[in-house]
Structure formats: structure tokens, C-alpha cells
């Protein structure tokens, strides 16, 4: 899983069914510093998680699919958590 | 999922007898704020995409499960496309924006 932070949204009409119902966020991945960390990615949420906010993802597809509670559905990414800290031992 | 702008079509007459009838599309994925990010793929066509919409698609087996039950043996496929998009710096994507 990782941390990222929920940026934006994203709004289809024509797309696969499973996706129907579901929301699907923009996240920019981020080092636990809050460091910027590679390319957006799109995830669904499961958790009610909001722009602006710090949460985990599951970049995997079964993860992701089951998040969704669909069978066969073709997704690869998930919110799963909104993270409330996070502590370092450095 | 990934952002992307369709920049092409791929036509393959000799292939996995499995790809028979599905488009095959060459993406650009794009970060949140519209820029290219990264090389551009083929990936297999679901939703009737076309080239120069938005896109998202999803990568890995996933990207052949609405082919079910066909196994197509793909690594990427285009899932939806986007009508818009907006990020908390903007609005990222509105059809005005097509090119």
C-alpha cells in the first residue's frame, strides 16, 4: 500500500459498469515526508475520502476489486484508508 | 487507474487469435494537471474510445476482465472515458481543452 494525497476527481459517464457508483479520485502519490513521489494515479474510494486528504491506497488488483465488491472488475487501485497521522521514528 | 490522452490506433492482422475484434489503442498517460507522464502504451479498448478523448485505464490482468470470458492477453485497458476532471489547483480537463 501507499501513502498519497487525494488531488482531485475524476467525472465519466461512458465507462465499464462496475464503475457505476463508485467514485474515483486523482491521488498524487507522497513519501511519508510529504514529499511529491511520481506520476497521479487514479484509485476508487471506499472509504469517503475528500480532497485534500492523506490516505492509503492499494495498488493491486485484487485488493482494489474486492474493495469494490464487484466481481471481474477492472481495476487496479483503491482507497482503502484516510490516514489521521503518521509517525516517524526519524 | 491512469489518466490518459488517446494519440492513436494500432491495426494487427497476425495476432492472438484471443484479440480478434478488440481495438487496440495507443495512450499517452497524463498526470492530474494534463502534462504527458511517461512512455506511451497500447492498450486494448472496451468503452468505444477513440482517438484525442481523455481517458483512464487500468493496467494488469484486470485490463482483460471485460473481455470475460475471453482471455485476452493484455497489460493495459481502457475502462472509461472522461467527461472532465478538476483538481484543487483547477479544473484539470474540460472538453474545451481537446487537441
Redesign the interface.
Given at each position: 500500500m501507499i501513502l498519497a494525497r487525494v488531488?482531485?476527481?475524476?467525472?465519466?459517464?461512458?465507462?465499464?459498469p462496475q464503475?457505476e457508483g463508485a467514485k474515483?479520485l486523482?491521488l498524487?502519490p507522497e513519501m511519508p515526508s510529504g514529499m511529491k513521489s511520481g506520476?497521479?494515479?487514479?484509485?476508487i474510494d471506499s472509504v469517503g475520502a475528500g480532497?485534500?486528504e492523506l490516505v492509503i491506497a492499494v495498488l493491486e488488483?485484487r485488493a482494489?476489486?474486492e474493495a469494490l465488491g464487484k466481481k471481474?472488475?477492472?481495476?487496479?487501485?483503491a482507497i482503502v484508508g484516510i490516514v489521521d497521522a503518521v509517525d516517524l521514528a526519524e | 487507474m491512469q489518466l490518459a490522452r488517446v494519440i492513436g490506433d494500432v491495426v494487427a492482422t497476425q495476432k492472438d487469435p484471443a484479440f480478434s475484434g478488440v481495438r487496440l489503442l495507443v495512450l499517452q498517460p497524463v498526470n492530474a494537471d494534463g502534462q504527458d507522464a511517461g512512455r506511451p502504451l497500447v492498450a486494448v479498448d472496451s468503452v468505444g474510445a477513440g482517438v484525442g478523448e481523455r481517458v483512464f485505464f487500468v493496467r494488469g490482468k484486470e485490463a482483460s476482465f471485460p473481455f470475460h470470458p475471453t482471455e485476452v492477453p493484455t497489460d493495459a485497458g481502457v475502462v472509461g472515458i472522461i467527461d472532465h476532471w478538476s483538481t484543487v489547483e483547477g479544473p484539470g480537463f474540460s472538453p474545451g481543452d481537446r487537441r
Open positions: 488531488v482531485g476527481e475524476v467525472v465519466s459517464t461512458q465507462k465499464r464503475f474515483l486523482i498524487q506520476n497521479s494515479l487514479l484509485a480532497r485534500g488488483g482494489a476489486g471481474l472488475s477492472p481495476v487496479d487501485a | -
